[in-house]
């Protein structure tokens, strides 16, 4: 029998294909080591745990200790019980097994609520008001759900997700997941459920998929070599599972040196005449498709398709902060000035993980900011993390600055994000348009022999541990190297559009 665990959801979720490799695939290919960002991730979410209980205020049954069949007899007698509050629990029901942090008796029946130590929703994080639930989220619970109602506990499809700020939200899984799909939470999780089967049974099979979160994975190594023996195309900038798949579809074969051939304009004609034909991939993505598909096949320099006026300022500040999404904590905004008094390196860092270090740190880099006048000054980022992080900040800061008055510099004109400036002005013989790959593809070397956004948290964090100024050190130097990564960009898009 194949038993379906919240994990086995979250992995779909993330990637439909690890699935099957971890079931079928070459056991031998995996490396199992350990990741410090996840152990991180896990330690955060442990002690977020931690301290929402221990702050819980209402009695409950503790059924977190002792062997997993002690564990579920525990829980079993609980619900029995009634009992209001379970901690822990073990539930456990032919093909399906869970543990929800809590279970709350209501009165008429039992709902599971998860501890998490992230937002509640999909674009709560950002300015406005909240978003829809998230997807993982989602399926864990409906799991949870299901387990009960098949006991008789439960029947409303309802839970309850409780953040990182400590605030409950409740989640319909009853409900349609959006006007564009009307298909209900809990049978998007049941969906989930019967494909995961499907794969753990190897009664379908699917192939690696690129993306940005394989990184993370065990398998990364192994799924990155098949595409390069295979020629796959999400080896390609911004082409996903779901393109590629239909891309293999309806053309019936597609590698990244076949897609070079493809007569766009006669794909589009047939389009026109077969609505069901390469259905959701537009003129624009058929066109980038074959174009970069080109560039990485015969290694070609970067195409500048159209210019973008970059302002004649004074005054060039460019700026990168680094955060720990696992303590929603921003503790350093980096800048590379350059300017009449050449160039040097500016930052504002907090060195506690509390509120009253990160406001002071991001109090200060504002105000460096608007010491300097905008009309002479050019800011540049790259992608929108800076500009939704600072408004993140102002949310929970809301003091120290207007949203009016953070919306007036990001929306300034001399206010410039690279990264979009790259992926509508350019494109370039990469599978990833991010800085690194970017920067590095230029011959730009930060001086840490494995960068990364990752590990300058790990830094961070063992530096709040030890006081070790060494750590500390090799935070800024990377931070620093981020904001030399994005000038060196910045020069190259202005140095190659000024001959167009």
Known sequence: MTVITPSILYDYIRCPHKVWRDAH???DEFVGEDNPFLQLLWERGIQHETDIISNFGFEYVDCSQGTERERIDKTNT???DRAEYIYQGVLAHGDLFGIPDLLYWDGAEYLPIDIKSGSAEEGSDEAGSGGKPKKHYAVQLSLYCEILRRRGLHSSLRAIVIDTSGEQTEYDLASSQGPRTPETWFEFYERTRAEAVALIKNEIQNDPALNSSCKDCGWYGSCKEWAKETDDLTQLFYVGRSVRDTL?????????????DLNVEELLAQKKQDKAFLKGVGAGSLEKIVTRAKLMTLKCEPIMHSPFAFPDVDTELFFDIESDPTQDLIYLHGFWIRDENGERFEHFTAKE???TAELQAWSNALAFIRSHDLDRTAIYYYSPYEKTSYRRLRKKFPDVISEEDLDAIFAHRNTIDLYSVVTKHTDWPLGSYGIKAIAQHLKFNWRDETPSGVLSIQWFNEFLKTGDEGLLKRVLEYNEDDC????VVKDYLKGRMEKL
């Not at 293999?248 to 070079?260: G, H, M």
């Not at 030399?484 to 000038?487: E, I, L, M, P, Q």
Request: with cysteine; glycine share 4%.
């Open 78 to 80: 609980a619900l029995s």
């Open 353 to 355: 993980a509390t509120d």
């Open 484 to 487: 030399k990564a994005t000038y």
């Open 25 to 27: 695939g070459p056991q």
């Open 248 to 260: 293999r579809k309806d053309l019936e074969q597609a590698s990244v040196k076949t897609i070079c």
